[in-house]
């Protein structure tokens, strides 16, 4: 059936400018917005793609937006409702490894898509439910299910984005769909209190009912993201009949063992990224109350500046993102980072000054570490390992999360907010360790982090050369080693001492043996390669004897460039001789 | 020599609806309650006594299972209380608690006030101070601590103290969300006369009212959605009473630790690594000298 479909489908695939369906039944001419390879229709693919997100955006930031109203209305202390947001890690700390492989093996992403959402679905309603029937427990419940899908469903979305875009506007479409993110965030910290009030009017009281019915109403969100998920399996499902598109992957690799061979440098990596997002996130759970409390700000104004952090970073990080490229340098931006990030934390803790400036600054951090940091994985990482590193990466910042957001709640009730921000404080300045120790270490190592874009480039430029360099070799080689089928290894080793052989290189050696009676010279480079035999007899061609043997002589080339010792030659040699007789 | 005077004279109820209107009940007027005996309820070893009565009349049935009390706790020496809010006190002072426990409240949104009247003796002057302190460490989340100073008009040195943190615990054994929102109004000169049989009138002799002057502060419990003591029916709110300079909070060792570790490793590091590199730089320097 599908070979059918494919059989019927080819002409359209293979024509770019009809742009017409060849289906049987439909027309020959798509109108652009139906047509998958016209601009209006990828448009539409991205809005959906956008939207696919912004449900679980939303309601994530629910217990921070109506924070005062959990805690009276379903009378929990701090920690308890800290845990809402520890739920929603825990599933984390496992899936971020299995994210990738569901989509690809399992589901597929349009059904892995579908089922993400419908599980942040789900989790919401439940959240809502445990709200109306006033039982907490079913609340943490719905928190998890509700983490099962969230995350994954970024998964999702980034392959959907890579799988529609791949190419020049990729970057673009990452950069939207963040942005994207911290839109529904926003909206969600502005909008939940004065949906409460309005609910709250309605009701006449409030109590949990009141409550749930608002968490319901925000559950909203989550069924707009669902249809929109739906859509997109449905537009993709088309294009790729229509395209002969494959379906998207998320090509992540996921080895465990592979964390025995992480360096020194990815593990410090780490430690930044925990202690550093343990500050930040856990902070904006209980900011608004934090700003009611200790600053006197009135609901509206503590939801607003506790939404400042995403609202910087939406347009913040594409710039960041072109300046970290453009400069390089990225231990040094993310020291600038961390220390802004200390400086706003001790401003919160220590002073009564005006908190937007603290909060600005937060955000503006924020934004820039996120640029500087996540990047700095791919330097230290082998590139078969990245898919592991960043699904560990990803998995012990949700440990993180979890394990701070309950113990900042409990630090809250215990000890207050001077405390509290004192904890805060001192996992920033765990992150501040961690890069100081990365700084020396890749000193000391002499890695590649901290270089700047012009030396990376120059360094790239140069690696690019080699590379083009040994294709060449490689493709001059071909038939012989095609025919001697070397190992791949040989291959990769000799690559390395030519390239730090570099200039001309002399061998000069005896043979006693019967058959090089003679002495040879070899002369190579890592563009020429020539032999000069001296006397005696050659049983192979006697266009080589006396003369220089131009690169290209299949055999002697292939002997000589596996020389990088003496001893190597004869090895080399007698097993060409070998192949000769036969 | 008691140069701040004190005495708690009358609890109110109101309840302010939705346009900022206050509608008072009657006034719950202490002096006429029927109080119980002290000696019941004192304890000689940890130093309190609790005074609790209930009106002499009680047509609407609000004391029917509760009371109004005060509980006095004196101290052998400084140091800081366990329970909330946790106030740091000195041996020259003593703890005055005011419970408000089991009333029922006559309204559906309706709140408590205390009015706390002071006699002055002649060249002393009141002051009413609020300070705001970033340490809320031993009273978490509440930044704002009221006192109420005797300062002598010659030196301006202070005699005596009433402080308080602006927070009243709506449960027996305190926590943090059990607060309840304490303000305090202005120090006003009281608009009322002492009553005939009254105990101050009784130690400062006729002349209250007089060269004595009273004033008095209203402190009101509940914000704008407290509806904690409605649930819980209890009410307590701490107050420290002194001779002396009110006591200062400062920061626990522990916050000064944690902060001198986690700024002082990264800095030390910063400057040790520094020494390090640079010394192994000029090393490596030395090593290339000869060849030049």
Redesign the interface.
């Known amino acids: 059936m599908v070979e059918e479909e494919r059989a019927l489908l080819s002409p359209a695939g293979g024509d770019d400018d009809g742009g017409g369906g060849g289906s049987p039944g439909s027309p020959r001419a798509l109108p652009a917005v139906c047509d998958p390879r016209r601009l209006p229709h990828r448009l539409l693919v991205l809005a959906l793609m956008c939207f696919l997100g912004f449900g679980s955006y939303f309601c994530y930031d629910n217990p921070a937006a109506l924070q005062t109203q959990v ?2 209305d379903m009378k929990v ?2 920690a308890q409702f800290m845990a809402l947001y520890a739920w929603y890690s825990w599933p984390n700390v496992v899936l971020c490894f299995f994210g990738g492989f569901l989509i690809d093996r399992v589901f597929g992403i349009r059904l892995g898509t579908i089922i993400f959402s419908i599980f942040v679905c789900v989790g919401q309603v439940i959240f809502a439910l445990g709200a109306l029937l006033n039982t907490f427990w079913l609340m943490d419940m719905g928190r998890f299910i509700f983490g099962i899908g969230g995350e994954s469903l970024a998964v999702a979305q980034n392959t959907y984005a890579v799988s529609w875009f791949k190419g020049k506007e990729l970057n673009l479409v990452f950069g939207l769909q963040l942005s994207m993110a911290r839109i529904g965030s926003t909206v969600n910290m502005n909008i939940m209190g004065w949906i409460y009030t309005r609910v709250q009017d309605l009701l006449g009281y ?1 109590g949990p009912s009141t409550l749930g019915l608002t968490l319901m109403i925000g559950g909203v969100t989550c069924l707009f993201s669902l249809t929109c998920a739906l859509i997109l399996a449905y537009l993709d499902k088309r294009a790729q009949k229509l395209l002969c598109k494959e379906q998207g992957k998320t090509g992540e690799v996921i080895k465990l063992t592979d964390v025995k061979d992480f360096s020194l440098s990815l593990w410090l990596i780490f430690v930044i990224c925990v202690c550093y997002y343990a500050a930040v996130f856990p902070f904006i759970g209980l900011g608004k109350v934090f700003f009611i ?2 600053f006197k700000f009135s609901s509206q104004e503590a939801s607003a500046i506790n939404s400042i952090v995403y609202i910087i970073s939406a347009p913040m990080s594409p710039v960041f993102g072109l300046l970290v490229d453009k400069v390089g340098k990225n231990i040094i931006w993310v020291l600038c980072a961390v220390i802004t990030t200390l400086a706003s934390h001790i401003m919160l ?4 000054w005006n908190p937007w400036i603290a909060m600005c600054l937060l955000g503006v951090a924020y934004s820039l570490l996120a640029c500087a940091l996540w990047p700095m994985v791919a330097f230290v990482v082998p590139e078969h390992q990245l898919g592991t590193a960043y699904g560990f990466m990803q998995s012990i910042q949700n440990l993180g999360l979890a394990i701070i957001s309950i113990a900042a709640g409990m630090i ?8 509290l921000e ?2 805060f ?2 996992c920033v ?2 992150s ?2 961690a890069v ?2 990365l ?2 270490v890749n ?1 000391l190592t002499g890695g590649d982090l901290n270089w700047s874009a012009k030396k990376r480039e120059k360094l790239q430029k140069v690696a690019a050369n080699e590379v083009e360099e040994q294709e060449r070799l490689r493709r001059q080689n071909e038939d012989d080693l095609a025919k001697l089928q070397p190992k791949a290894d040989d291959f990769s080793l000799r690559n390395k001492y030519l390239s730090k052989l570099g200039a001309q290189v002399q061998v000069s050696h005896q043979e006693e043996d019967g058959f090089f009676n003679s002495q040879m010279q070899f002369l190579f480079d890592s563009e020429n390669l020539v032999v000069i035999i001296v006397g005696g007899t050659w049983p192979v061609s006697t266009a080589a004897r006396g003369l220089p043997a131009v690169a290209g002589e299949g055999l002697f080339e292939h002997g000589l460039l596996e020389c990088y010792l003496a001893i190597f030659v004869r090895v080399q040699f007698a097993m060409n001789l070998e192949w000769l007789e036969v | 020599m008691l140069m701040l005077n004190l005495s708690l004279w009358a609890v109110f109820e109101y309840s302010e609806a939705k346009g900022l209107e206050e509608l008072f009940y009657p006034t719950y007027d202490l002096s006429g309650f029927s109080w119980d005996s002290v000696n019941r309820t004192l304890n000689h070893t940890a130093l309190t006594a609790e005074f609790s009565g209930v009106p002499a009349t009680d047509p609407g049935g609000s004391f029917s299972n509760g009371s109004v009390g005060f509980r006095v706790t004196a101290y052998e020496a400084g140091g800081r209380d366990r329970p909330l809010p946790s106030l740091l006190h000195t041996a020259n002072s003593s703890k005055v608690e005011f419970v408000l426990a089991g009333v029922a409240p006559r309204g559906n949104g309706s709140r408590f006030a205390l009015e706390v009247a002071t006699v002055e003796e002649p060249g002393v002057v009141q002051e009413l101070r609020s300070a ?1 302190s ?10 704002e601590m009221l006192s109420l100073v005797a300062q002598s008009q010659n030196d301006s040195s202070t005699r005596s103290f009433l402080q308080w943190k602006a927070t009243a615990y709506g449960s027996r054994s305190p ?3 059990d607060n309840i929102q304490c303000r305090s109004g202005g120090l006003q000169a009281a608009n009322w006369t002492l009553p005939a049989s009254s105990i101050v009138r009784a130690y400062f002799g006729e002349g209250v009212g007089s060269s004595y002057t009273v004033s008095a502060i209203n402190i009101s419990f509940g914000g704008e ?1 407290g509806e904690v003591y409605q649930e819980k029916r209890y009410l307590s709110w701490s107050a420290l009473l002194g001779f002396g300079q009110p006591p200062r909070d400062t920061f626990s060792p522990l ?1 000064i630790s ?2 001198a ?3 002082g ?2 800095m030390a ?2 400057l040790v ?1 520094g020494c ?2 640079l010394f192994a730089q000029r090393k490596r320097y030395s090593e290339y000298e000869p060849i030049n």
């Open positions: 805690q009276r202390r701090t409030t409390e200790k803790a220590f002073t009564f809250l009730d215990a000890r207050g907010y001077l405390f004192v904890f404080t001192a300045c765990l501040l360790i100081v120790m700084y020396f000193h | 705001r970033i340490d809320d460490e031993y009273t978490p989340t509440i930044f926590r943090r969300e959605d916050v944690i902060m570790v986690a700024l490793t990264p590091m910063l690594g390090v590199l």
